[in-house]
């Protein structure tokens, strides 16, 4: 990954954030981005982990498992949020 795209990523990762918090949830991008980007809960006390994608074709099948996997453990809820022409997109993870 070069340091253009890094930084790319990051700043669509401060992007979730602030659109999450807009919507009224509680975010905040993880460091490292590992095991996911953004954790986010909402009034309600139901927790999202996102993943911040600026393509969607760039999400993994490994990604995905991954998140599967929180969704399972920890109860969860797994979205992608990706760039579709200059906006953010989210997507339930399944």
């Given at each position: 990954?070069?340091?253009?795209s890094y930084l790319k990523g990051r700043r ?40 911040c994608k600026w393509h969607r074709r760039d ?36």
């Amino acid at each position: 990954m070069t340091a253009r795209s890094y930084l790319k990523g990051r700043r669509f990762e401060y992007r979730v954030v602030q659109d999450l918090r807009r919507r009224g949830l509680l975010a905040f991008r993880l460091p490292a981005s590992r095991p996911f980007d953004v954790i986010a809960v909402d009034r309600k006390g139901q927790a999202y982990v996102i993943e911040c994608k600026w393509h969607r074709r760039d999400f993994s099948e490994e990604e995905r498992q991954a998140l599967l996997l929180l969704r399972q453990r920890f109860k969860v809820r797994a979205l992608l949020a990706y760039n579709e022409e200059g906006r953010i997109r989210y997507e339930v993870v399944r």
